[in-house]
C-alpha cells in the first residue's frame, strides 16, 4: 500500500500506526479523485499520425502537445473548482500583454513561472483562477496603426476617428487571436472564460467609475506643468516612455527622426552665440550664450546670469539684441544660473524649458510658444519649417552675420520618445494628474503584510513610495479610454474655474451633476466631453479587480493570491495597483508579489526586433529556417536601415535558424534560470539542451512501457533491496525539496533538483543497475521503477505539461484520468529499518561514481575489478552497481587487496574505508 505524508523520514517505533494516522491526515487536505473515463484522443487511437497505435520510436514534441491541450479545455481543466477540502482559492492574473503584436520571450518566461505555479497549487487541491487578458496599449497600439496606414499613404487625420478605430479594433481583434493562440501552444491554463480585455465593458464601467471616485475626493485635478509631448504623436506620454539618447562627444550626432526624409545632424552640438548690447558705450560689447536648442531663440525674452558673477556684475540691467530677431531682451540675475555652466550666462524662454519658466515666472516675464504641436516653428522667417530644420538654417545664418562665436561637440543626453523615435518636446501645458502621496502613504502603513520576492525590490518600492510624485493621465490619443469629464457652457459661455470640468459615468449622469450644483435645469446646461484619453497604465493599474467586476465586487478570487511579473515595471503596475487597489477597494489587491529579471540575449544585449535578436517563442517551440526568420523582419514595420541590421545579425546568430524544441524544453530552459535575478541571458542552446531532457526521459519510458502494465505490482516497501530503498529515498527527498522549493518561489530549484534525480539517480544509476538484474529479481525492479514514474511525472508536470501528460496516459492503474487533475506528491515513508540498506547504497554509489570518474571507462572495460571493504550482505548489488556505472568486465571482492593488480588506491567514502584494485585482462 502506497502511504503519503508530508515528508521526511517516519519516526521508529510505532511505524505502522504513524502512516495510518498521516494517510488520515492526508485525506483531509486534498479531496478524493474520482477516476473519470479514459479520454479518447485521436493520437491514441489509429490515425495518420500513429497507424497502429503504437509508442513513437523517437521524441517528437508535436506528439505530445498537438491535441492535449485542447483535451484539457474539453475537460474543464482550468476552471476554478470549488472544493470543501479546507484549501484556500488561489488566484493569479496573467499581466494582460499588449495588443502591438504577438508575444516574446519575456511573455514565455511570464508564462512559464505562473503556470508552473498554478499547476502546482491546482495538483495540490486548491481551486485556482489563472486568468487572461490583453492590454489595449494605446500609444505603442497606435503607433503600429499608424505606421501601416503610411504604408498605403494615409494618416489618421486623413482617415477620421471613425475609420481610425475600426482600423484599431481590426489590428487588435488580429493580433489578440495570434496572442491568444501563442499562450495556448505555451501551455499556460487559463480560465478562458474570464478573458479580460482592457477596452471593454466591463473594465470600462471600472475605469469610469475609479475616476469619477477620485475626481469627487479631489485626488484628480488639472494642472499647467510641464509635460513630455511627442510631436510625431501630438500627445503627452509619460516618464516611463522616455529614452535618454546620448549624443555629442564620442556619441551619435545625427537621428532618425519621424517626418524627415533623411538623418537629421547636430545633435550633441553646443552652440556659443554673441547676443550685442544696446549700450555700446560698456566696456563689454556682447555677451556669449551658450545653448544646444538655438531654434528657441525666437522665444527668447531675457538673458540671465548669476547675481553675484563678477563677469556680469556691470551689464545687469542693460540690454541685448536677439540676433535671431532684433528684438531686445533685458540681462538679469538670478540665483539659478549656474555660473560654472557654459559662458556662465543662459537665454531665457520660459514657454519651452521648466527652468527657463521658473526664472520667467519670478521676473514677469513674457511666455512666446515658438514651437507648435507638429514641431514647426510659429513665428519669424522660418515660421511653418519644422524645429530641426529651423535650427540649421538660423545656425548658417548666425555664422553669416558673425553671431556664431563657435559649435563644439560635448556628451549629454536628449529625451527620446520610446514609441515613435521622435525627440520629446517639454511643453507647458493643462494636463489632468493624480495626486498620489495620500495613496502611497497608505500602502507604506500597511508595508508590513506584503512578502515581496526579491526582498531586494522591496526597498526599491519603499523608496519610490516616499517620494512618489503626481502622476500626469491624461493623453492626447484616439485609442483608449475616454477621460468621463465634460466642459460645462451655460449661455453660450465656457465656465472657468474650479468647476468648469464635471465628471459623470454617463452623459445624463454629468448632467445630471451639472444641475445640482448649478441649480439650473439640465436643458440650460450644455456639455461636451474631453477628447482626451487616459493613459494606458491608470486602466492597467485597476486590473485585479476590475477583471472580477469591480465596483460589484463578490469574488473570492480577490484579493489575489500573487502577483507575478517583470521587474522593470515594479514602479509604474505594481506600485500604482497597490495604491488605487487599496484606495478604491479598502484592501490591498495582493499580498505576495514575485518580480522575475529582464531576458536578454547571450551578449547582454535587451531584446529588441531592430536588433535582430527578438524570438517569437513559437519559433523555438515549432523551429524556424533562417529564410523564415530573415522574412518577418522584412515585412516588418521597421525602416530599411534597421531591417538590414536586423537581418545581418540574424544570419550571425542562427545560421541555419533555429531547432524544433517543443515547448516543454522551452518553459524548462527558462525556469531553470534564478527568475528573481535582474536579468537573464537566453540562448537557444539552453533550450536544445532541455529538449535533450525531454528525450532522455522519453527514452527512459520507452524503455519501460513493455513492463508497464496492468499487472505490474505496488512495492512492497518490506522487501526491498538496497538500491530499490537508495532511489525510494531520492524520490522521497525530491518531493520535499519540490514542494519546498514552490513555497519559497524558487523554481529554478526544483529544476535542477528534477533533473538530477532523473539523469543521475534514475537513469544513470539505477535504471542501469536494473539492467544488470536477474529475471528472477527484475519485478520488484519494475515496481519500484513504475513508482518512481508515475510520482516523477506528477512532480515534472507543472514544469513540462505536455510530455508528462502524454506519457502519463500510456500508464497503467493510473490514480486520475488526466495528470492535470492528479494529486502533487508531498511525500511517503520506508520502513525504519531500510536506513541501513540506504547507507549502504549510498557508499556503493558514491564509490562507483568515483571510480567512473577517475578512471578512463576504456580502462575499467579491459580490466578485472578488485574491491575490499564491502560486506558480504551487500556484494550481489555492489556487482551489478560496479558493472553497470563503471563498465568494468568482472568484480572480484577480497577481503585484503591482493599484490598482482596493475594499480590500487583506497578512497574514504562517508568515513569507510575501501582499497580498489585493477588488473588488465589481456
Known amino acids: 500500500m502506497r502511504s503519503l505524508c508530508f515528508h521526511r523520514l517516519c519516526s521508529r517505533i510505532n511505524h505502522k500506526a504513524k502512516i495510518r494516522r498521516l494517510e488520515n491526515q492526508h485525506k483531509k487536505l486534498l479531496p478524493d479523485v474520482k477516476p473519470i473515463s479514459r479520454p479518447s484522443w485521436t493520437w491514441l487511437e ?16 508535436t506528439f505530445f502537445s498537438n491535441e492535449i491541450y485542447a483535451l484539457w479545455e474539453q475537460s474543464d481543466c482550468f476552471k476554478p473548482n470549488v472544493k470543501k477540502n479546507g484549501l484556500s482559492p488561489f488566484s493569479m492574473v496573467l499581466p494582460p500583454p499588449n495588443v502591438t503584436g504577438s508575444l516574446h520571450l519575456g511573455h514565455a518566461l511570464t508564462v512559464a513561472i505562473e503556470d508552473a505555479i498554478i499547476r502546482h497549487k491546482r495538483m495540490l487541491g486548491h481551486s485556482v483562477n489563472y486568468i487572461p487578458g490583453a492590454d489595449h496599449a494605446g500609444i505603442a497600439t497606435q503607433v503600429k496603426v499608424e505606421k501601416r496606414l503610411a504604408v498605403k499613404g494615409h494618416t489618421r487625420f486623413t482617415l477620421g476617428r471613425e475609420v481610425f478605430a475600426e482600423e484599431l479594433s481590426n489590428w487588435r481583434k488580429e493580433h489578440q487571436k495570434r496572442i491568444e493562440s501563442q499562450l495556448r501552444r505555451m501551455g499556460a491554463s487559463l480560465n478562458w472564460d474570464q478573458f479580460a480585455f482592457t477596452l471593454d465593458d466591463k473594465f470600462s464601467r471600472a475605469v469610469t467609475e475609479a475616476f469619477c471616485r477620485l475626481h469627487s475626493t479631489g485626488l484628480i485635478s488639472q494642472k499647467k506643468v510641464f509635460i513630455n ?19 555629442g562627444g564620442a556619441n ?85 544660473v549656474d555660473p560654472e555652466f557654459g559662458t556662465g550666462a543662459v537665454k531665457v524662454t520660459p514657454a519651452h524649458d521648466p527652468l527657463d519658466y521658473d526664472i520667467g515666472e519670478s521676473h514677469n516675464l513674457e511666455c512666446i510658444k515658438v514651437i507648435d504641436d507638429e514641431g514647426n ?77 526579491p526582498s531586494s525590490a522591496a526597498s526599491r518600492l519603499t523608496t519610490w513610495l516616499k517620494n512618489v510624485q503626481p502622476w500626469c493621465i491624461s493623453r492626447q490619443l484616439w485609442w483608449g479610454h475616454k477621460i468621463p469629464l465634460y466642459k460645462v457652457t451655460i449661455d453660450g459661455q465656457e465656465l472657468v474655474g474650479k468647476h468648469c470640468w464635471i465628471h459623470g459615468r454617463s452623459f445624463a449622469d454629468a448632467h445630471e451633476e451639472a444641475s445640482i450644483l448649478y441649480n439650473m435645469p439640465v436643458e440650460d446646461i450644455q456639455l461636451e466631453q474631453s477628447s482626451d484619453v487616459l493613459d494606458t497604465w491608470f486602466s492597467s493599474a485597476l486590473y485585479p479587480f476590475a477583471v472580477h467586476g469591480w465596483p460589484d465586487l463578490t469574488s473570492s478570487d480577490y484579493p489575489l493570491s500573487i502577483m507575478e511579473t517583470g521587474n522593470d515595471i515594479l514602479h509604474f503596475w505594481v506600485s500604482r495597483m497597490l495604491m488605487l487597489g487599496l484606495e478604491l477597494t479598502n484592501e490591498l489587491p495582493f499580498r505576495n508579489i514575485l518580480l522575475h529579471g529582464i531576458i536578454q540575449d547571450r551578449q547582454g544585449r535587451k531584446m529588441s526586433k531592430s536588433l535582430g535578436n527578438t524570438i517569437d517563442p513559437l519559433h523555438v517551440i515549432d523551429g524556424c529556417s533562417l529564410e523564415q ?27 541555419k535558424g533555429i531547432p524544433k524544441c517543443g515547448a516543454d524544453a522551452l518553459r524548462f530552459s527558462l525556469l531553470r534560470h534564478d527568475a528573481s535575478a535582474g536579468v537573464i541571458k537566453f540562448s537557444v542552446d539552453d533550450v536544445i539542451y532541455s529538449s535533450a531532457f525531454c528525450n532522455k526521459i522519453f527514452q527512459s519510458f520507452r524503455f519501460f512501457r513493455p513492463h508497464f502494465t496492468d499487472s505490474v505490482k505496488d512495492v512492497d516497501f518490506r522487501f526491498l533491496r538496497a538500491m530499490d530503498a537508495w532511489i525510494l529515498e531520492k524520490l522521497m527527498e525530491l518531493m520535499f525539496s519540490a514542494n519546498q522549493g514552490f513555497g519559497v518561489l524558487k523554481l529554478h530549484q526544483v529544476c535542477i533538483e528534477l533533473y538530477t534525480f532523473w ?143 596493475d594499480e590500487k588506491v583506497s578512497l574514504t567514502i562517508n568515513g569507510q574505508m575501501f582499497t580498489i584494485g585493477f588488473k588488465r585482462i589481456s
Open 252 to 336: 551619435q550626432t545625427k537621428l532618425n527622426l519621424p517626418g524627415y526624409e533623411k538623418p537629421v545632424r547636430g545633435f550633441g552640438l553646443h552652440y556659443t552665440i554673441k547676443y550685442h548690447l544696446v549700450d555700446s558705450n560698456n566696456e563689454l560689447k556682447c555677451i556669449e550664450v551658450m545653448t544646444t536648442r538655438p531654434e528657441t531663440m525666437f522665444g527668447d525674452v531675457a538673458i540671465a546670469v548669476h547675481p553675484n558673477d563678477i563677469r556680469y556684475s556691470s551689464v545687469i540691467g542693460k540690454t541685448v539684441i536677439n540676433p535671431s530677431n532684433n528684438k531686445h531682451l533685458p540681462i538679469i540675475g538670478d540665483e539659478l
Open 377 to 453: 516653428l510659429t513665428v519669424g522667417e522660418f515660421i511653418g519649417l519644422p524645429r530641426f530644420t529651423v535650427r540649421r538654417l538660423l545656425i548658417n545664418k548666425l555664422d553669416q552675420t558673425g553671431h556664431l562665436v563657435s559649435s563644439e561637440s560635448l556628451p549629454h543626453s536628449i529625451p527620446v520618445c520610446s514609441r515613435s523615435g521622435d525627440v520629446i518636446e517639454s511643453k507647458l501645458m493643462a494636463q489632468w494628474f493624480l495626486d498620489c502621496k495620500e495613496m502611497a502613504d497608505k500602502v507604506l502603513a500597511s508595508f508590513d503584510k506584503l512578502n515581496v520576492v
Open 229 to 247: 509631448w511627442s510631436p510625431s504623436l501630438q500627445s503627452v506620454i509619460s516618464d516611463i516612455e522616455v529614452n535618454y539618447t546620448p549624443v
Open 46 to 61: 489509429t490515425s495518420e499520425q500513429n497507424p497502429s497505435n503504437e509508442f513513437p520510436k523517437a521524441y517528437d514534441s
Open 759 to 901: 539523469v543521475n539517480d534514475f537513469c544513470n544509476t539505477y535504471l542501469e543497475y536494473g539492467k544488470m538484474l536477474p529475471n528472477s529479481e527484475i519485478a520488484n525492479f519494475h515496481s519500484v521503477s513504475f513508482y518512481c514514474f508515475t510520482n516523477f511525472l506528477k512532480l515534472l508536470h507543472p514544469f513540462m505539461p505536455f510530455l508528462t501528460e502524454g506519457l502519463w496516459q500510456f500508464l497503467p492503474c493510473k490514480s486520475s484520468a488526466l495528470l492535470i487533475n492528479a494529486q502533487y506528491p508531498i511525500g511517503f515513508c520506508l520502513p525504519v529499518d531500510t536506513k541501513i540498506l540506504i547507507n549502504s547504497a549510498d557508499n556503493l554509489v558514491a564509490l562507483s561514481r568515483k571510480i567512473r570518474a577517475e578512471y578512463n571507462p576504456s580502462v575499467c572495460k579491459k580490466s578485472e575489478l578488485y574491491v575490499s571493504g564491502i560486506d558480504v550482505t551487500n556484494r550481489f548489488e555492489a556487482e551489478l552497481l560496479f558493472k553497470s556505472i563503471t563498465r568494468t568486465k568482472s568484480v572480484v571482492f577480497v577481503d585484503e587487496m591482493v599484490h598482482n593488480v
Open 629 to 655: 526568420l530573415q522574412s518577418e523582419i522584412s515585412s516588418s514595420l521597421l525602416d530599411s536601415k534597421e531591417k538590414k541590421f536586423a537581418e545581418s545579425v540574424l544570419l550571425k546568430q542562427f545560421p
